[in-house]
């Protein structure tokens, strides 16, 4: 099967090694041309992924046309937030029966939407094409070969199964699921956590503060997601505790690693400026927070990252107003 991956970024040459590795014939869209470069030169990604190889059968271009020419199964993988922007560009090559695949752990600005909702407006395709893959999923370790698992979701079981063969490999095991909804909520808003979870560590604070946080992260996740028509049953797997204790424990995510600067006492320009990756849970907050208030969903921990994050409020504060808002049953 031809399959092309746009967007190569950390994520996006891990899976295109994936896909090769499970025998596709993979083409990897690149923005820069050195990169696309680099990678068929030397078969490695120098600027995300050194050290990892790709296999024969992974190609790089910048050409989005020449790389969706015959793609059976199509994966997007660039920042949530550039994702509309970016499709609007791809969408007129796109074969006319390709199934979508959505990597992206965001929620859109200004819209509240998620992105499988961004895929089906902007490339003008319906729900039953598009596909989410969802899971403690860190590029690093997968590229690397450690054995790791996700979920592919997607409302047409048919085409869940047809990614799900496309990407099991010795090293990834995917399993399926019919809750699109549950599995990108559970990405997303996972990151938000993973920052709090950054922040409390910077600040010293211990092991039970830690796993309150997962725990009620995980509590505002299911939350939102019932609200919104997720299973309760998806909140439990893979995409939802699994990718929110996968993130918030590893010194690896980006995400985690922003929230520790902010812990640090660095203010959001400064944190930005000394990390050069994409941290999707700093602009999330705000439309997952925007997205909560609609459905009049109670979301104390993303409320009070949003502030930190885009306020300017001080991590010492946000941990008080957590703390002092009134008892309730569990
Ligand atoms: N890295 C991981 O471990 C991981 C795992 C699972 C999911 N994800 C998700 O995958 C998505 C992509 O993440 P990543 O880790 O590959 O990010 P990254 O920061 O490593 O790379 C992002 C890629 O997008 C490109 N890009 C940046 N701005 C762009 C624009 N305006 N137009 C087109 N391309 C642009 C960059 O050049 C880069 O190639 C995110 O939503 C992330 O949450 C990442
Ligand atoms: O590095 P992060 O924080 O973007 O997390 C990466 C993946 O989403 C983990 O599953």
């Not at 509590?219 to 028509?229: F, V």
């Given at each position: 099967?031809?399959?092309?991956?746009?967007g190569?970024?950390?994520?996006?040459?891990?899976?295109?090694?994936?896909?090769?590795?499970?025998?596709?014939?993979?083409?990897?869209?690149?923005?820069?041309?050195?990169?696309?470069?680099?990678?068929?030169?030397?078969?490695?990604?120098p600027?995300?992924?050194?050290g990892t190889?790709?296999?024969s059968?992974?190609?790089?271009?910048?050409?989005?046309?020449?790389?969706?020419?015959?793609?059976?199964?199509?994966?997007?993988a660039?920042?949530?937030?550039t994702?509309?922007?970016?499709?609007a560009?791809?969408a007129?090559?796109?074969g006319?029966?390709a199934?979508?695949?959505?990597?992206?752990?965001?929620i859109e600005?200004?819209?509240?939407?998620?992105?499988?909702?961004?895929?089906?407006?902007?490339?003008g395709?319906?729900?039953?094409?598009?596909a989410?893959?969802?899971?403690p999923?860190?590029?690093?370790?997968?590229?690397?070969?450690?054995?790791?698992?996700?979920?592919?979701?997607?409302?047409?079981?048919?085409?869940?199964?047809?990614?799900?063969?496309?990407?099991?490999?010795?090293?990834?095991?995917?399993?399926?699921?019919?809750?699109?909804?549950?599995?990108e909520?559970?990405?997303?808003?996972?990151?938000?956590?993973?920052?709090?979870?950054?922040?409390?560590?910077?600040?010293?604070?211990?092991?039970?503060?830690?796993a309150?946080?997962?725990?009620?992260?995980?509590?505002?996740?299911?939350r939102?997601?019932?609200?919104?028509?997720?299973?309760?049953?998806?909140?439990?797997g893979l995409?939802?505790?699994?990718?929110l204790v996968?993130?918030?424990m590893?010194?690896?995510?980006?995400?985690?690693?922003?929230?520790?600067?902010?812990?640090?006492?660095?203010?959001?320009e400064?944190?930005?400026r000394?990390?050069?990756?994409?941290?999707?849970?700093?602009?999330?907050?705000?439309?997952?927070?925007?997205?909560?208030?609609?459905?009049?969903?109670?979301?104390?921990?993303?409320?009070?990252?949003?502030r930190?994050?885009?306020?300017?409020?001080?991590?010492?504060?946000?941990?008080?107003?957590?703390?002092?808002?009134?008892?309730?049953?569990?």
């Amino acid at each position: 099967m031809k399959t092309v991956v746009l967007g190569a970024g950390s994520w996006g040459t891990a899976f295109a090694k994936i896909l090769g590795d499970a025998g596709n014939e993979t083409v990897l869209w690149a923005r820069r041309p050195e990169i696309a470069m680099a990678i068929n030169a030397n078969r490695e990604n120098p600027d995300y992924l050194l050290g990892t190889r790709l296999g024969s059968n992974v190609t790089a271009t910048t050409s989005a046309a020449e790389a969706l020419d015959g793609a059976e199964i199509v994966v997007l993988a660039v920042p949530s937030q550039t994702l509309r922007a970016n499709l609007a560009d791809w969408a007129p090559d796109l074969g006319p029966d390709a199934t979508l695949v959505s990597l992206m752990k965001g929620i859109e600005l200004g819209t509240t939407m998620r992105m499988s909702q961004v895929i089906i407006e902007t490339a003008g395709v319906s729900g039953d094409r598009v596909a989410v893959v969802s899971g403690p999923n860190l590029a690093h370790e997968i590229a690397a070969g450690q054995p790791a698992a996700t979920v592919v979701a997607c409302v047409d079981m048919e085409r869940a199964t047809q990614v799900q063969d496309a990407i099991t490999t010795s090293y990834f095991r995917p399993y399926t699921n019919d809750d699109v909804i549950g599995c990108e909520l559970g990405g997303a808003v996972k990151n938000v956590i993973a920052l709090a979870f950054g922040i409390a560590h910077s600040m010293g604070l211990g092991d039970n503060t830690k796993a309150t946080l997962i725990t009620r992260g995980l509590a505002e996740i299911g939350r939102l997601g019932m609200a919104l028509g997720a299973d309760q049953m998806t909140f439990a797997g893979l995409a939802g505790l699994g990718d929110l204790v996968g993130t918030c424990m590893s010194p690896q995510s980006r995400n985690r690693t922003f929230g520790e600067a902010l812990g640090r006492g660095q203010s959001l320009e400064e944190a930005q400026r000394t990390t050069r990756f994409t941290a999707e849970g700093v602009k999330s907050c705000l439309a997952i927070r925007d997205l909560a208030r609609a459905h009049g969903v109670d979301m104390p921990i993303t409320e009070q990252v949003e502030r930190v994050c885009h306020e300017g409020v001080d991590p010492k504060v946000a941990l008080k107003t957590l703390m002092s808002r009134a008892t309730k049953p569990e």
